[in-house]
């Protein structure tokens, strides 16, 4: 039970505010927050790009918006500061942009961004080796504001973090540990929270195929049913009569959200022969 001084001056049975805030779990704004990772090149940002629009796309430090130049609707901001990244959270979290959906391009140079910072904060040497302090802020500060940017869908955007793609645990780790998984490139820590803040997470991958006469055609893939290896999730309602499929072929954002609803496909028309 609080006691006296910790609790409100408020009259306690009045509950009008608290229940003003409940809400049918079906008039939820229909919003989500996306994981993708893969190796340069698979179709991430190109996924991204199928976000509805506006968009507007926070290239940390990568460079790939190349590769959607020519679609309508998206605008672009280079972060180089950690300073950035949080003043456009603001700009969006304000409600006064016009963006329905907002692509972090990368999250794993975003953990660079903010090493930079730090190292700057505290005046150390380029060789300066980070404590385990160190990292433990880098690692909490990383997880605020990827959770504060997921938020935004409470606000009506969409939100989609890319990453690279970690095969090696070795590759990030700050402490020992064995994780046998392919996931997003980023600190454990941050790999684990992040996985579980995403309503989606999928795998980027290029599959070749070859036909009888040995022509070489590619397919943009990206893996989203449950994998033994591979770090994927979408989440469904609990009674949909749907099951995730492992691999989707030129993923968009509609084909992601049909899942998310459980909404079966359209079944294939079939095209009859007719006689000559």
């Excluded at 990383?142 to 997921?150: P, S």
Aim: with cysteine; glycine share 6%; hydrophobic share 35%.
């Amino acid at each position: 039970m609080p006691t006296k001084k910790e609790t409100s001056k408020t009259d306690p049975t009045d509950f009008s505010d608290i229940v003003g805030k409940i809400t049918p779990v079906h008039e939820v704004e229909d919003c989500t927050a996306m994981l993708v990772y893969g190796k340069s090149g698979t179709g991430k940002t190109a996924f991204a790009s199928t976000f509805p629009k506006p968009l507007i796309v926070l290239d940390v430090q990568e460079k790939g918006t190349e590769t959607i130049s020519q679609v309508e609707g998206i605008d672009v901001i280079s972060i180089e500061s950690w300073d950035s990244f949080q003043q456009i959270y603001w700009y969006l979290a304000s409600g006064k942009s016009k963006y329905k959906s907002v692509v972090i391009d990368q999250i794993s140079q975003l953990q660079a961004v903010r090493m930079q910072s730090l190292r700057s904060e505290n005046k150390m040497e380029p060789t300066d080796t980070f404590s385990r302090r160190d990292w433990g802020v880098v690692s909490g500060d990383l997880q605020t504001w990827l959770l504060n940017y997921r938020n935004l869908r409470d606000s009506g955007l969409h939100v989609c973090f890319i990453a690279h793609e970690r095969s090696n645990a070795s590759e990030e780790a700050i402490e020992d540990q064995i994780d046998p998984s392919i996931g997003p490139r980023v600190m454990p820590s941050v790999s684990s929270f992040i996985n579980g803040a995403a309503s989606v997470i999928g795998n980027t991958f290029i599959r070749e195929t070859f036909d009888e006469k040995k022509n070489r055609s590619v397919q943009y893939c990206m893996r989203v049913g449950p994998h033994a290896y591979y770090v994927t999730k979408v989440r469904k309602p609990v009674h949909a009569e749907i099951d995730v499929p492992d691999v989707l072929v030129n993923p968009t954002f509609e084909k992601i959200m049909s899942i998310s609803r459980g909404e079966k496909p359209a079944p294939k028309r079939s095209v009859s022969k007719r006689s000559a």
